[in-house]
Every structure is written in C-alpha cells, then in structure tokens.
C-alpha cells in the first residue's frame, strides 16, 4: 500500500471557473494563466479543464511545446516575453504571443524582423505603477512604433499593482489612466485584468483578461470571504488519512518543541502529511483540518491542528471527532477546507500552499 496522501484535481471545477470569468468579462477574450505547473495543478489537468479558454497564457517555452505536443492548437502567450534571444525560432514555431517588456528584448525582436515568415504578436507590457516589469508611460510609444514598423502585430498590455485591494478603486483608475493616455491612437488590442480586477474593477478589463488563481478556485486577497459571491469551485482537494492515533493525559505536549500543552485527557490523531508535501509548517494551533469516515461525505467534523507540523506528518485534536480511527479520511485542503483559510493560519496566501505542493504527492486528475 502506497502513502495514503494524495492531490486529487476536479477538471470539472476547471471548465466552472472558467465559465464564471466569462460571465464576469463577457466582452473579453481569456488568457487562462497556467504558469508554474498550472499553479501546482499538472498541464495535463489544465488542458483537460481549461480547454475552452481563448488561450494560456504561461511562462517558459517548454512549457509551450508541452502545450503544442499534447494537441494545443489555440493561441499561447508566453508572460515575460523570451528570457534569450536564441528562442525566437522557436517561439516562431510555437505560434507563440510574446509579451516584451525590456530595451533587450526590443533589440532581439528588431534583429529578428527580417527572419519572421509569419507574423509574432507582440503584448507590449507598460509599467503603470507596479514597477516591477515594462516601459515607463513616456517612453511606451516610441517603442511602439519601432516594433510596429519592424512589421509585428502590436497589441498593449500592464498590470495593476493594488486590484486585490478591494477598496483601493482609485489606485487601479489612477494605472488605467496612465495606460489610456499612453496608448491613445495606438492600434491594437488590450491585456490588463487579472483575477482581483475580473473580480472587483470590471470597468478595467481590456480585450483580453488574464484570469490565474480564481480558475484554481482560490481568492487574490489571500481572503475566501472575498470570494464566496463569485461561487467559484476549489479545484485541488489535498487529502490523507489519519494513520495513528495517540491517548494524551493533561499535560502531555505534542511535537517538536512541544509547542501544545493537553489541557485535558483527550486524543490526537497523527495524519499522513507535512512539510515536505507542501503543508505550511508554519500553520498555527487551530488551523482547520476536516476528519470524515469518506472523502466524498457530507459528514464528518473540523478538527483543530495541534503541535507544530513536522517533516511527514501532522497532528489534529480528536476530541470533536470521537468516531475517528485509524483510517479515518481527511481533507487538508478543497471544498471542505479553503486553501485560504489554511494559508491565512499560516502567515501566507493561497497561491504559494497550491503551488508547493510537492512532487512526491500523488496527483488524480479526474
């Protein structure tokens, strides 16, 4: 018998999402965002479940060629543009968008303008206020126009820095306004809204949303509260079982450091997951943990994480679970735990615990 932990994906969950940022953005085409693994999800569960996406948007080129050689024949926009300038065959080949964002890659794609046979679009990526990629406002037409006249198809794009900041509007109309005045007159189509902004600044979307953690069904604040409205579904269910269980008398401490103290007889159940499957060690007393006699149940209880989370394992107080025994199954994570509950008891976000999960976890992809 294997390990009993597994990453179970709900593609299903996938395509739900996915309809939801269209009901959202319904003027908009998507670039569904599958860099670092699909968020920790599999490419193979993302083409599955996103295939009626507009098109991926990623970040390495072999990731694109994985996309092209498991029958992806849709548009591929690779985020950061080309990081050398020897891929611009193959990118070529690929069919692939590519986002630029830096004096280099200008270079590269001017050197390479007599070379292309069919035509690459060009995401010209502007830097409104996020500074972290992209030309400054003043200089984002002048690049423009020496990537237009090297005969590329050009197109616009930023990124707001605050959207995830729900009352924060006026920071992300401040970036749209730089962005408007910049490109006035400009042809082409507009890239800007990622989940926060699909989610709450609609009147900033562009041609083309980049929808990322909301398709995982998780929340840009970091907050699932922020996003029951949206009633999107969690993708991944991170699941194990309870694989001993030990009798406590008052007093007793649990784990390393023994950083919980019995406050009473009581028993703790040892589950088959820690920090080297991608459970925060860092989760706090009280993290919740579903304990259930089936996965697929409507029963079962939260038991509150007690003692700090070690390599292989973890420990939960069963005192509201009297039921439980060796066996038992739990979700660490999904429909019944929110990955955002669990990163919000861990000092972290969503996104970061999905996508380090590790690869010594199972994966079901269903």
Known sequence: MNRP??????????AHNLSRVRELAPESKIWAVIKARSYGHSFEAALKGLGSTDGFALLDIQDAVWLREHGWQGRILLLEGLFHENELDLAQELHCDLVVHCDAQVDWLERYADKVHKTISVFLKMNTGMNRLGFKPENYRTIFHRLHVAGYHMHHMTHFANADQINQAPTVGSQLEIFSQATDGLAGSTSLANSAAILWHRNALGDWVRPGIMLYGASPTGLYSDIEHAHLKPVMQLRSEIIDIQDLHKG???GYGGRFIAPEDMRIGIIACGYADGYPRHAKDGTPVWVGNSIDSNGGVICPL?????????TVDLRNASDAKI???VELWGSKVPVDEVARMSDTIGYELLCAVAPRVPVSIK
């Open 5 to 14: 932990i597994l990453a179970s994906i709900d593609t299903q969950a996938f």
């Open 252 to 254: 007793d401490r649990i």
């Open 306 to 314: 007690v003692g700090r989370v070690s390599m292989d394992m973890l």
């Open 327 to 329: 066996g038992s199954v």
